[in-house]
């Protein structure tokens, strides 16, 4: 389980943005190993950071000494169905916990985009989906289990240390190594999606009651266009006659020719033509086309992104998203900004997790990604001031520029935040460059 890194072993992130090469790897398959990796890195005074799927697009996961690889440190631990919760190995992927539920009749209770993420992963950046009345992954955690940087195990639930809850929920991977998570299931369910256009100006104007409308709803748009892309689920019992599987195949391939392969070709375009970026995104926007579909849990919310770009998205208070968005109207109408990757725009409840960018109030996010063969540097540095100035907070696997002069302001338990990990990590087992900007320490 332990491999001296070959000498041209370089790491990288999903995006390719982000490279390490560590001296070590570590890639443990029990719970045993997975102890003594941890605490051998301490007794040897080195640095060790854990991996999950390595898809967030800052250094957040770079290890400079030790890699921890969790990749096949997953699966189910524990089912409780009175309780209706899973208990998890950290490195088990999200699209591995549909299978692991299928005979359950239980699920998750929301998701993201995409289910390559690690749980552990995700949780530790504040990974969300959306719907005004769910919170991200994060917020489905009722239990964890952490090594310490002084190499104690501390298990954390609803009955042994609750008040640690919130603070461990979201980490950003600094605070320890987590080896198990607990969520909080529900009985699964549908959804019934509907796709489709609509003017930006309708659905700015509409923002709130489309989100208490729905159960889920977000939009993508193509900022030079005037039209936008909504989908809005709702939740249904889970029926029991399935789509064909004819059915199935077509949906995928429409969201594999609109989603990579039509989004693929438009970028390339846009990279070489930039003056067509704005007729490229009107192309983009009805291309997409409108549809209506009833899934299982387990496939709805999300898809597969195989086109590959860098990207930046700020939680905002709820309310400023219609104002933030006709700011950045302005500046594709002014040409300041472009890109030939849609925005997206959605929401989330609050949450108590002290580092959950959602903490504390009712969140809009917005999205914003540059195809990776394009410089993202100055699209981004013109738009996060107006993000900044909303009082918007960066998720933490996404680029930004902020420090921890910054964050400080936004977090209310910063303090304890940055107190706990002197605690738990004293002697920066866990830290590396990314961690030490945001935390300034
Ligand atoms: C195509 C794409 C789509 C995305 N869609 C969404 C989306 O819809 N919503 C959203 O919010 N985000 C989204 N993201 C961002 C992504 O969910 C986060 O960056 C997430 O953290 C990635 O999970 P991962 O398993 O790859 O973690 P990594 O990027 O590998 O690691 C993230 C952090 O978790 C830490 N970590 C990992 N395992 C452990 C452990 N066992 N113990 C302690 N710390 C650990 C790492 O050290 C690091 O600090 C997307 C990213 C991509 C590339």
Redesign the pocket.
């Known amino acids: 389980m332990t491999r001296q890194a070959p000498m041209k072993y370089t790491w990288t992130?999903?995006?390719k943005l982000q490279r390490a090469t560590p001296a070590k790897v570590e890639t443990p398959w029990t719970s045993t190993q997975l102890q003594r990796a941890v605490r051998e890195a301490i007794a040897q005074g080195s640095r060790m950071?854990?991996?999950?799927?390595?898809?967030?697009?800052t250094g957040?996961?770079v290890a400079d000494d030790i890699q921890?690889d969790?990749s096949r440190y997953t699966g189910m631990v524990a089912l409780d169905p009175v309780r209706r919760q899973v208990t998890l190995r950290?490195?088990t992927?999200l699209w591995q916990i549909p299978q692991l539920l299928a005979d359950t009749g239980l699920a998750l209770q929301n998701l993201?985009?995409?289910n390559?993420?690690?749980i552990?992963?995700?949780i530790?950046?504040?990974?969300?989906?959306t719907g005004l009345t769910f919170g991200?992954l994060a917020s489905q955690v009722v239990g964890c289990e952490?090594i310490t940087g002084t190499g104690e195990v501390l298990t954390v639930s609803q009955d042994h240390h609750p008040e640690l809850l919130d603070a461990l929920r979201v980490?950003?991977?600094?605070f320890?190594?987590?080896?198990t998570v607990t969520l909080q299931l529900v009985p699964a369910y549908d959804m019934h999606t509907v796709e489709r256009h609509a003017e930006l100006d309708w659905v700015l104007e509409h923002w709130d009651d489309l989100n208490t409308d729905h159960d889920h709803f977000e939009f993508f748009w193509f900022g030079h266009d005037r039209e936008v892309i909504t989908k809005a689920s709702t939740r249904l019992p889970v029926s029991h006659t399935r789509p064909t599987r004819m059915a199935r195949l077509r949906e995928r391939a429409v969201d594999e020719v609109v989603m990579n392969m039509t989004l693929a070709g438009i970028c390339q375009l846009g990279r070489v033509k930039p003056g067509w970026v704005p007729h490229l995104n009107r192309l983009a926007t009805l291309g997409w086309g409108s549809s209506t579909r009833r899934a299982h849990w387990s496939t709805a919310f999300t898809s597969d992104?195989r086109v590959r770009?860098n990207?930046m998205?700020y939680a905002l208070p709820f309310a400023a998203i219609p104002e933030v968005l006709a700011e950045l109207r302005q500046l594709y109408r002014r040409g300041e900004i472009s890109s030939t990757y849609p925005m997206e725009v959605r929401s989330a409840a609050a949450d108590t997790a002290w580092l959950a960018t959602n903490h504390g109030r009712r969140t809009g996010y917005i999205a914003v990604h540059q195809h990776f063969s394009q410089d993202h540097r100055q699209y981004f540095a013109r738009i996060e001031p107006i993000f900044r100035a909303a009082g918007g907070r960066p998720?933490?696997?996404?680029l930004h520029s902020l420090t921890a002069q910054e964050l400080a302001t936004l977090y209310p338990c910063w303090d304890h935040a940055l107190a706990l990990r002197d605690e738990l990590d004293p002697n920066r087992v866990?830290a590396n460059a990314y961690?030490t900007r945001v935390f300034g320490t």
Do not use: M, V, Y
């Open positions: 992130n999903w995006s950071k854990a991996i999950g799927a390595g898809h967030s697009f957040i996961a921890l969790l950290a490195g992927r993201g985009d995409i390559r993420q690690s552990a992963g995700a530790s950046t504040s990974t969300h989906g991200g952490l980490t950003l991977g600094a320890g190594i987590l080896t992104r770009f990207e998205e998720h933490w696997g996404k866990f961690l």
